[in-house]
């Protein structure tokens, strides 16, 4: 008979079960035990059903390939143990995350029975989707202040070139301007930017002076 398997082995560092169930299937009668915990996570009272593979299938969740039912059937076809990470859609609508770990007991080459356990770590899921919910706001709060960052270093550019004056300045300007209209700095910028790039009248010496400077960037050895 082989050793039953530590049920929270299985578990990531760190990470605590809210609760943990035995289950036995003994394979030559078909017929399955499950502790009180087990029930409760299918969303059942103990003992008001008699469980089995069709239960487990049931409720298994749909996106989750394979399924539950197929893991224990493997099983009990190869008589290896395993472990695997699963969703249960239970019977009270809710959605329990949880880990089973099963170890196969053989009598002449063939399983006669599987058991081991059910960890549910339906919180801990939850603790870490919120926390991935919390990164990803941050992610997109950094991805908005980099394109208003963008924005304003595009301003300041703007603001060197016409005045002939270094960033610091350039920023100077910008935030002088934006105090006395009391606009947001970012509203300027982009305001400023939308101003140069579609303009009333073109700025011609402008375009001329910038395509000269260009053109004496391009050839550098002349200058030598």
């Given at each position: 008979?082989?050793?039953?398997?530590?049920?929270?082995?299985?578990?990531?560092?760190?990470?605590?079960?809210?609760?943990?169930?035995?289950?036995?299937?003994?394979?030559?009668?078909?017929?399955?035990?499950?502790?009180?915990?087990?029930?409760?996570?299918?969303?059942?009272?103990?003992?008001?059903?008699?469980?089995?593979?069709?239960?487990?299938?049931?409720?298994?969740?749909?996106?989750?390939?394979?399924?539950?039912?197929?893991?224990?059937?493997?099983?009990?076809?190869?008589?290896?143990?395993?472990?695997?990470?699963?969703?249960?859609?239970?019977?009270?609508?809710?959605?329990?995350?949880?880990?089973?770990?099963?170890?196969?007991?053989?009598?002449?080459?063939?399983?006669?029975?599987?058991?081991?356990?059910?960890?549910?770590?339906?919180?801990?899921?939850?603790?870490?989707?919120?926390?991935?919910?919390?990164?990803?706001?941050?992610?997109?709060?950094?991805?908005?202040?980099?394109?208003?960052?963008?924005?304003?270093?595009?301003?300041?550019?703007?603001?060197?070139?016409?005045?002939?004056?270094?960033?610091?300045?350039?920023?100077?300007?910008?935030?002088?301007?934006?105090?006395?209209?009391?606009?947001?700095?970012?509203?300027?910028?982009?305001?400023?930017v939308a101003a140069v790039q579609e303009p009333d009248e073109q700025p011609e010496r402008?375009?001329?002076?910038?395509?000269?400077?260009?053109?004496?960037?391009?050839?550098?050895?002349?200058?030598?």
């Amino acid at each position: 008979m082989s050793t039953k398997p530590d049920p929270l082995s299985a578990l990531p560092a760190g990470q605590s079960a809210d609760q943990v169930g035995m289950y036995h299937w003994d394979v030559l009668s078909d017929t399955w035990s499950w502790s009180s915990e087990i029930y409760l996570m299918y969303g059942y009272q103990p003992g008001s059903v008699t469980p089995d593979l069709g239960i487990v299938a049931k409720h298994g969740h749909p996106a989750d390939r394979p399924g539950l039912a197929d893991v224990f059937t493997r099983a009990r076809r190869t008589g290896q143990p395993f472990s695997c990470q699963q969703r249960i859609a239970a019977a009270d609508d809710s959605t329990r995350a949880v880990v089973v770990v099963g170890d196969v007991d053989t009598t002449d080459g063939s399983a006669s029975a599987v058991h081991g356990y059910y960890v549910d770590l339906t919180s801990a899921r939850l603790r870490e989707a919120e926390h991935l919910s919390e990164l990803a706001g941050e992610a997109a709060g950094l991805q908005r202040a980099m394109a208003s960052r963008a924005t304003i270093e595009q301003a300041k550019g703007m603001i060197m070139f016409a005045y002939g004056c270094d960033s610091a300045r350039a920023f100077d300007i910008l935030i002088g301007t934006s105090q006395r209209a009391n606009i947001k700095l970012r509203e300027l910028a982009e305001g400023l930017v939308a101003a140069v790039q579609e303009p009333d009248e073109q700025p011609e010496r402008a375009r001329e002076y910038l395509e000269a400077v260009l053109t004496r960037l391009a050839r550098p050895s002349e200058d030598v």
